[in-house]
Each structure stands twice: as structure tokens, then as C-alpha cells.
């Protein structure tokens, strides 16, 4: 014992020793974290955890003496977690990573801490339409009408153009976007962000032109190269990336409003390094970050004051007169009817 060591009982320093010996042998993550400044982020692999490691982890946090770990998964896992852990104390994620629809439906139980430009200074800069009282907008792009040039001689105006007889069995559809196809046949047939029951009766309409509907995204981007569909309804950055890899698609922005796709970061009630995971959110809005994604992804800055090169924007972005028209999903429309939905869209659409 040192000379100068206030004395204490010997049950107190054993229970003080004995714990930080578990903290050093069982790497319990309170102690370690806090000492490393650690923030652990929730997030997909591939490209997505590239970008993050490459232009937000990195550059930005590590200088802060931030510690990144990536927790590298598919978002179902990861809204097991927040729910399953939503009563301790201390959660395993920091930063937690998901699609604007399934952060909308976690949300609701409450797991997440306010995001306020207080909290969030880059926030101040998002653009309004896709900011949230429980996320941030990290990365974004749109709904639109996807088309080859080759067969389709003058653009789609809206999504009623693909309803035209001529396009008879050259519409596809891919089954991971049936939200979305239903909400874009709702827009077509007089429905709404908040209505989709007018596109139930659109795609029967549809389905009797003959569309096809492919298993995945790969297999949509196979049929277009192919030329075996010419018209699709799909996220503008997909197509960036597709066009990028050769398949002949150009878009068109509907004249019934393009509806938004945003990725989002919230953090966690129970995260254990709160002012790291803010530190996070910020740095996700960096213009440098922004730009990074938009060059590799195609998916548009969430943030005002990040410049794309013009060529890029024009191929990626809204016109502002577009953006004024940029609808966002009703969240809670499609939490409280997405069951029926799907079960509109597998037994009577697809059958």
C-alpha cells in the first residue's frame, strides 16, 4: 500500500479492487468505454460501413479522440436489440443506424434521445422536410421513375404513365419496394400519402398490363439490361449506381411529388457515451462526409451547405423546385396499416 492512500477497510478495498480487475479481465464495456471515449455504431456493412470508417470515423471523430467500433449487421437484429435492451441501464449501441420507416416504428417505444440543433449544431443546416425530433437525416435520395431511352422515346411525366397499354408487360416492379409500389399506384389513382386503399385497385390494373415483379434489386437491374422491362419505380440513387454499371436507365422525377427514402441515425436512451454519440450525428452531417457518400452512393446531402460538382448534383438531386414538392412518408400511416398491406400485396397483387 502506498504510504500517502487514505486508509479504508479491508472489504471496501477488495470490492473496490476486485471490480476493477473484472472491468480489465471481462473488458466490461462501461469502464473500458469510458476511458477510451468509445462510441460503438449500429450500421450495415459493405459500402455503408466503408463510407462511415473512411469519412466520418476516422477523419472526423478520431482527432476528437473518439473510438468507432462498428456493430456491422441487418437492421432487423438491430431493433431486436434496442427492444430487448430498452430497460437496462446501459444499451450496447451508441449510435444506431436505420431506414427513416423502421426508426420511425423504434421510435415510438421511446428508446431515443431528442435530437435538437442544441445537441446536433449541423443539424441547424438539414434540410427541413427530412429532419426529426428522435434522428437525423444522414444520407437521402427519392422515388422515381426509372427508364430505358432506348424504348421509351419521350420521359414519363408521372406514375400514371406506366399504366399506358403501349408499356404492356415492360413494367417492373421489385418486391422489397411493395410499400412503395402501392403508394406511388395510390398517388396515380387518387390517393395520398395517408390513403393508399386507390392503389390496391391501380395495381390490379397493372397486374392485368402484364407487370412483372423480381425478387430483388439485382434481379430488377438484370430485366432492365436485358430489356426485358423498361419502366420501374426505384430509388434515384439506385439508379445512379446502375447507370454507372452500364444498364441503360434514365429518371424522371413524378409530377405527382417524389417521396423521400432517408437513412437515419438516433441515439439510444441507454447509450453509454452520450456526448460521443452526439460527436457522431454531428460528424455525419459534415459536408466532407456528405459529398463522400453522394460520390460513391448516389444518395443525396441531407445537409444545405454540402456542394456536390454540378454534374453529379444533376444526376443524384432535386431541383429546388422539385425539393419543394418532396413528400415524406406518412410513418404513421404505414405502421398502423403495413400488415394489411402486405397481405394485399403477397395474396391477392403477387398470386
Same mark, same amino acid.
Given at each position: 500500500?502506498?504510504?500517502?492512500?487514505?486508509?479504508?477497510?479491508?472489504?471496501?478495498?477488495?470490492?473496490?479492487?476486485?471490480?476493477?480487475?473484472?472491468?480489465?479481465?471481462?473488458?466490461?464495456?462501461?469502464?473500458?468505454?469510458?476511458?477510451?471515449?468509445?462510441?460503438?455504431?449500429?450500421?450495415?456493412?459493405?459500402?455503408?460501413?466503408?463510407?462511415?470508417?473512411?469519412?466520418?470515423?476516422?477523419?472526423?471523430?478520431?482527432?476528437?479522440?473518439?473510438?468507432?467500433?462498428?456493430?456491422?449487421?441487418?437492421?432487423?437484429?438491430?431493433?431486436?436489440?434496442?427492444?430487448?435492451?430498452?430497460?437496462?441501464?446501459?444499451?450496447? /449501441?451508441?449510435?444506431?443506424?436505420?431506414?427513416?420507416?423502421?426508426?420511425?416504428?423504434?421510435?415510438?417505444?421511446?428508446?431515443?434521445?431528442?435530437?435538437?440543433?442544441?445537441?446536433?449544431?449541423?443539424?441547424?443546416?438539414?434540410?427541413?422536410?427530412?429532419?426529426?425530433?428522435?434522428?437525423?437525416?444522414?444520407?437521402?435520395?427519392?422515388k422515381v421513375i426509372l427508364y430505358n431511352p432506348a424504348k421509351v422515346s419521350a420521359?414519363?411525366?408521372? =406514375?400514371?404513365?406506366?399504366?399506358?397499354?403501349?408499356?404492356?408487360?415492360?413494367?417492373?416492379?421489385?418486391?422489397?419496394? =411493395?410499400?412503395?409500389?402501392?403508394?406511388?399506384?395510390?398517388?396515380?389513382?387518387?390517393?395520398?400519402?395517408?390513403?393508399?386503399?386507390?392503389?390496391?385497385?391501380?395495381? /390490379?390494373?397493372?397486374?392485368?398490363?402484364?407487370a412483372k415483379v423480381y425478387p430483388s434489386n439485382e434481379a430488377l437491374a438484370a430485366?432492365?439490361?436485358? &430489356? &426485358?422491362?423498361?419502366?420501374?419505380?426505384?430509388?434515384?440513387?439506385?439508379?445512379?449506381?446502375?447507370?454507372?454499371?452500364?444498364?441503360?436507365?434514365?429518371?424522371?422525377?413524378?409530377? &405527382?411529388?417524389?417521396?423521400?427514402?432517408?437513412?437515419?441515425?438516433?441515439?439510444?436512451?441507454?447509450?453509454?457515451?452520450?456526448?460521443?454519440?452526439?460527436?457522431y450525428l454531428n460528424a455525419a452531417l459534415d459536408p466532407r462526409a456528405q459529398t463522400?457518400?453522394?460520390?460513391?452512393?448516389?444518395?443525396?446531402?441531407?445537409?444545405?451547405?454540402?456542394?456536390?460538382?454540378?454534374?453529379?448534383?444533376?444526376?443524384?438531386?432535386?431541383?429546388?423546385?422539385?425539393?419543394?414538392?418532396?413528400?415524406?412518408?406518412?410513418?404513421?400511416?404505414?405502421?398502423?396499416?403495413?400488415?394489411?398491406?402486405?397481405?394485399?400485396?403477397?395474396? &391477392?397483387?403477387?398470386?
Open positions: 500500500m502506498m504510504q500517502d492512500e487514505p486508509t479504508r477497510p479491508a472489504a471496501m478495498r477488495l470490492t473496490r479492487r476486485s471490480t476493477l480487475a473484472a472491468a480489465l479481465t471481462a473488458g466490461l464495456p462501461g469502464l473500458a468505454r469510458a476511458q477510451s471515449g468509445q462510441v460503438v455504431v449500429g450500421t450495415w456493412g459493405g459500402d455503408y460501413a466503408e463510407l462511415l470508417a473512411g469519412h466520418i470515423d476516422r477523419p472526423l471523430l478520431r482527432p476528437q479522440g473518439v473510438e468507432v467500433v462498428q456493430d456491422v449487421g441487418p437492421q432487423d437484429p438491430r431493433k431486436a436489440k434496442l427492444i430487448a435492451e430498452r430497460q437496462s441501464r446501459r444499451g450496447s /449501441m451508441d449510435v444506431c443506424c436505420l431506414s427513416d420507416i423502421d426508426m420511425y416504428t423504434m421510435a415510438q417505444q421511446g428508446v431515443f434521445e431528442p435530437a435538437t440543433d442544441a445537441g446536433v449544431p449541423n443539424l441547424a443546416r438539414a434540410i427541413p422536410t427530412l429532419k426529426r425530433d428522435y434522428s437525423v437525416p444522414h444520407i437521402y435520395s427519392a420521359p414519363p411525366q408521372g =406514375y400514371a404513365d406506366l399504366w399506358d397499354p403501349k408499356y404492356r408487360g415492360r413494367v417492373g416492379l421489385v418486391d422489397l419496394l =411493395y410499400l412503395q409500389n402501392i403508394e406511388s399506384a395510390a398517388l396515380a389513382g387518387g390517393g395520398s400519402q395517408s390513403d393508399y386503399e386507390p392503389g390496391k385497385r391501380k395495381l /390490379m390494373e397493372l397486374r392485368s398490363l402484364d430485366g432492365l439490361k436485358s &430489356e &426485358e422491362v423498361w419502366l420501374t419505380i426505384m430509388w434515384l440513387a439506385r439508379g445512379f449506381m446502375w447507370k454507372k454499371a452500364g444498364i441503360p436507365v434514365e429518371h424522371a422525377v413524378p409530377a &405527382e411529388g417524389a417521396t423521400s427514402i432517408c437513412f437515419e441515425m438516433s441515439v439510444p436512451k441507454n447509450a453509454r457515451n452520450r456526448d460521443g454519440a452526439m460527436a463522400a457518400f453522394a460520390d460513391r452512393m448516389g444518395y443525396a446531402p441531407t445537409v444545405t451547405d454540402a456542394v456536390l460538382p454540378p454534374d453529379l448534383a444533376r444526376q443524384i438531386s432535386l431541383t429546388p423546385e422539385q425539393q419543394a414538392r418532396l413528400r415524406a412518408p406518412d410513418y404513421d400511416y404505414i405502421a398502423r396499416n403495413q400488415a394489411a398491406l402486405v397481405d394485399f400485396w403477397n395474396k &391477392e397483387f403477387k398470386r
